[in-house]
Nanobody
Framework: QVQLVESGGGLVDAGGSLRLSCVAS????????MGWFRQAPGKEREFVAA????????FYKESVKDRFMILRDNAKNTVYLQMRDLKPEDTAVYYC??????????????????WGQGTQVTVSS
């Protein structure tokens, strides 16, 4: 059974940086694309970033693409979300998601992917 464990969230001032980590277990890591979603209070969950099984084919939500970077270390079964120049509107619970397949599809991953428990990111102004 797949397990995803996120860490690295916290409270940061606007303009600051954080790196989220997600360690996966239970499946062959390289069989799956990985991604990040987030959900702010009172808002719907939204896609943030994703990459393929190799770490390539990365794509991002438009508002974060110049500030966030998704990386993966297949030797460590870990995917990261490097975030810089954080803004108050980035405040949310961030979730790691494992797509059932090697290339990430937002709808498929959202509906059928494996999810972590989430990590809170709070950006103060």
């Amino acid at each position: 059974q797949v397990q995803l464990v996120e860490s690295g969230g916290g409270l940061v001032d606007a303009g600051g940086s954080l790196r989220l980590s997600c360690v996966a277990s239970g499946r062959t890591f390289t069989d799956h694309a990985m991604g990040w979603f987030r959900q702010a209070p009172g808002k719907e969950r939204e896609f943030v970033a994703a990459c393929s099984w190799s770490g390539g084919d990365a794509f991002y939500k438009e508002s974060v693409k110049d500030r966030f970077m998704i990386l993966r270390d297949n030797a460590k079964n870990t995917v990261y979300l490097q975030m810089r120049d954080l803004k108050p509107e980035d405040t949310a619970v961030y979730y790691c998601v494992q797509d059932p397949r090697e290339y990430f599809d937002v709808l498929r991953a959202s509906a059928t992917g494996a999810w972590g428990q989430g990590t809170q990111v709070t950006v103060s102004s």
